[in-house]
């Protein structure tokens, strides 16, 4: 039981670049969200999902869009690359129950 | 969701207890308090919750006021793996897809 898997663990981008943040869970959990940390700060809600084939804006969705076509898989994607995107990415997802999230390891992103 | 307020920093020596404060005045009847935490790079961790009743597991223990308007989490024999940031979140299990705010926490150093 791996929890949640998060890929890359590093990347260094180019302004104006795109990639995809990989995030996959074996819990079969039908929540799934994307936060982003910026350094000495509190983690941010940027999109999440309820099921497969549903998504939703966060707190701070702009420049990032999101797809989820399975209950594993919620990946992040990043468009144009912008320096204001440097931060560490973390996914997480719950059964919406009672208890807690679980939280994958983080993508550290820097964008130069 | 309620508003929390924690102290920003506080040491501990190893091997003694720990006892972090969370204020939560605000909190209404449904609203669960939760307690995670991060250490150093790493994805938030989930440690405990409670409603109404002191809770206990193998990570730590959860006391709550009579009145629900403050909370302690108790690590009992702190060790320098327990030095993170902790977060006390007030939230409503059922609607807390993307609800889950992060505030600042408080930063505990286990000292030797």
């Known amino acids: 039981n791996a929890g949640v898997t998060q890929t890359p663990k590093f990347r260094i981008l180019k302004i104006g670049q795109s990639m995809t943040l990989q995030c996959t869970q074996d819990?079969?959990?039908?929540?799934m969200y994307w936060y982003r940390q910026d350094p000495g700060m509190g983690l941010k809600l940027i999109y999440y999902?309820?099921?497969?084939?549903?998504?939703d804006k966060g707190e701070v969705p702009n420049g990032y869009n999101v797809s989820r076509s399975t209950t594993e898989d919620f990946p992040l994607r990043l468009e144009l690359a912008a320096p204001s995107q440097t931060s560490v990415y973390f996914c997480?997802?719950?059964?919406?129950?009672?208890?807690?999230?679980?939280f994958g390891s983080g993508t550290r992103l820097t964008v130069v | 969701d309620a508003k929390t307020t924690q102290p920003p920093s506080m040491d501990c020596a190893e091997g003694r207890a720990a006892n972090l404060p969370c204020n939560h005045s605000t909190i209404s009847g449904n609203e669960y308090v939760y307690w995670y935490r991060q250490i150093h790079s790493q994805g938030p961790q989930y440690i405990i919750h409670g409603l109404k009743n002191n809770e206990t597991n193998e990570m730590a223990s959860l006391i709550i006021t009579e009145d629900r308007k403050s909370s302690t989490l108790i690590l009992p024999h702190a060790t320098l793996r327990d030095t993170a940031v902790y977060y006390c979140i007030v939230t409503t299990p059922t609607d807390s897809w993307g609800k889950l705010q992060f505030g600042a926490g408080t930063q505990v150093v286990v000292t030797p």
């Open positions: 819990m079969n959990h039908n929540y």
């Open positions: 997480a997802s719950t059964d919406a129950g009672v208890y807690g999230y679980t």
């Open positions: 999902s309820v099921g497969a084939g549903i998504t």
